[in-house]
């Protein structure tokens, strides 16, 4: 594991529950590449990212719960997965299908903007 940011991130511990026996990456606004197999590599993650936001907008979204009210926003690739709070959703609905759109949105940002704030090796 490194840190590229400090204090440490609060989403770690969580998402470090949440993804057991990966190495991930994880960007500024919450999108996680994950690696089931070897390293996580910065570099790979930025290009895996960019490769999965290039699938269009046809790609099926889902969202999925994790203990302490977080969500996992699911998109094209099923290794990039995107942390959402519930502090994130405000008041309004948690209805899978708008958590997956917002995460989207997010995967989007981190594809424009590429900063890392996490590389977590298993």
Known sequence: MSDTSSPL????AAI???????????LRHGTIVVFPTGSASPEEAVVRLADSIDMGPNVE?????TTGG?????GG???ILTWITPEQLGGGP?????????GDHLRR?????TEITWVEEA
């Not at 991130?9 to 770690?12: G, L, Q």
């Open 109 to 113: 940002r981190d594809a424009e903007t």
């Open 94 to 102: 948690r209805d899978a299908v708008l958590i997956a759109r917002y």
């Open 70 to 74: 977080a969500w996992l926003a699911l």
């Open 9 to 12: 991130d609060p989403r770690i």
């Open 16 to 26: 470090r529950q949440a993804l057991t026996a990966s190495s991930w990456v994880l």
């Open 77 to 79: 690739d099923p290794d």
């Open 61 to 65: 979204l889902g969202a999925m719960p």
